[in-house]
Structures are given as C-alpha cells and as structure tokens.
C-alpha cells in the first residue's frame, strides 16, 4: 500500500557526510511522523531520528549535533543529513512512517518500512 524507496546510503571515511532521502508513494492522505532507524549486527534496531508533520523532531543522543531530519511533505519525502560521521554509525538505515493509507475502502492508520540502506563509515 505504501512503497518508500530510500537512497544515499554509500562508504564514506570518518569525518564525512552522507545524506540519505526517503520518497512515500501510494494512497496516503497524510503522514504523520516520519523517521529513521537504523541496526548494525547483533544489535536492536533503535530510533535514529524523527519528525512529525508539525515540524518536531526527536533525535538519539549519539547523534545529536551531528544529524538533521527534515522532510518535504508535499512530496512526501524525508532527510537525514548526516555529518561527522563516526564509525559507530556504520549500520542498515532504514525509513519509517506513520499515515493514513488507503486499504481498498478508507483510510486507515498504517506503519511502513523502506527496504534499508546500507550506511558504512571507514575508520
């Protein structure tokens, strides 16, 4: 019902920057929130980021100052500016979002996750 196709992933060396984008499709009315994830190996996958459509954004404390979220909303699409980037951010970044979609006869809450990207930084 809904397709988000991520891009901007990629192998950057410590210090860098990369800016991952996130484009919703389908039959959305609104989207309420949406964020980024990520999950390296042997570990849970955790809120990087998130904004809601209002503007409000909610960051993880280890990377606070050097990531910003924003979004576009009349093309549905999230950022995630990412700088300074450490190698403890080498993970499988992942989109996220929350929005009524439609399901064949009305709009209905609906959760969704892109494919993930693969987010490598070089030490």
């Known amino acids: 019902q809904v397709q988000l196709v991520e891009s901007g992933g990629g192998l950057v060396q410590a210090g860098g920057s990369l800016r991952l984008s996130c484009a919703a499709s389908?039959?959305?009315?609104?989207?309420?929130?949406m964020g980024w994830y990520r999950q390296a190996p042997g570990e849970q996958r955790e809120l990087v980021a998130d904004i809601s459509s209002s503007g409000s954004t909610d960051y993880a404390d280890s990377v606070k100052g050097r990531f910003t979220i924003s979004r576009d909303n009349a093309k549905n699409t999230v950022y995630l500016q990412m700088s300074s980037l450490k190698p403890g951010d080498t993970a499988v970044y992942y989109c996220?979002?929350?929005?009524?979609?439609?399901?064949?006869?009305?709009?209905?809450?609906?959760?969704?996750w892109g494919q993930g990207t693969q987010v490598t930084v070089s030490s």
């Open positions: 996220h979002t929350e929005g009524l979609v439609w399901n064949g006869s009305s709009y209905r809450p609906l959760r969704s």
């Open positions: 389908g039959r959305i009315l609104s989207i309420n929130t």
